[in-house]
Nanobody, 123 residues
Framework: QVQVTESGGGSVQAGGSLRLSCVVS???????????VSWLRQPPGKQREFVAR???????TYADSVKGRFAISQDNTKNTAYLQMNSLKPEDTAMYFC??????????????WGQGTQVTVSS
């Protein structure tokens, strides 16, 4: 079974910082979660959008809207990915989700999501 848990959200003023965490718990023999981990967000009333991705080799990709302000990283020893968010803007307000692709003995590669963590940035 694979579980994804996000944390670290909160309310900050514009210009502030937050650090989100994503813990992936993947138990069971034959479970492989070696694919990239991604952060996405869903602003109020809008569709979910890509924010950042980090591959198993450490290479990163960012949405243009967060380049230079956000940084994604991971600690494989802790099965945890992080999203450091600096210089936050009101338009960064959204529910942030972590997504991980895994396969188990009984399921093909699938995307797993957490419940999300809310980030609210006030002007």
């Amino acid at each position: 079974q694979v579980q994804v848990t996000e944390s670290g959200g909160g309310s900050v003023q514009a210009g502030g910082s937050l650090r989100l965490s994503c813990v992936v718990s993947a138990g069971g023999r034959g479970t492989d979660c070696s694919d990239p981990v991604s952060w996405l967000r869903q602003p109020p009333g809008k569709q979910r959008e890509f924010v950042a991705r980090i591959s198993a080799d450490g290479s990163t990709t960012y949405a243009d809207s967060v380049k230079g302000r956000f940084a994604i990283s991971q600690d494989n020893t802790k099965n945890t990915a992080y999203l450091q968010m600096n210089s936050l803007k009101p338009e960064d307000t959204a529910m942030y989700f972590c997504q991980k692709s895994c396969t188990t003995r009984s399921t093909p590669w699938m995307n797993y999501w957490g419940q999300g963590t809310q980030v609210t940035v006030s002007s």
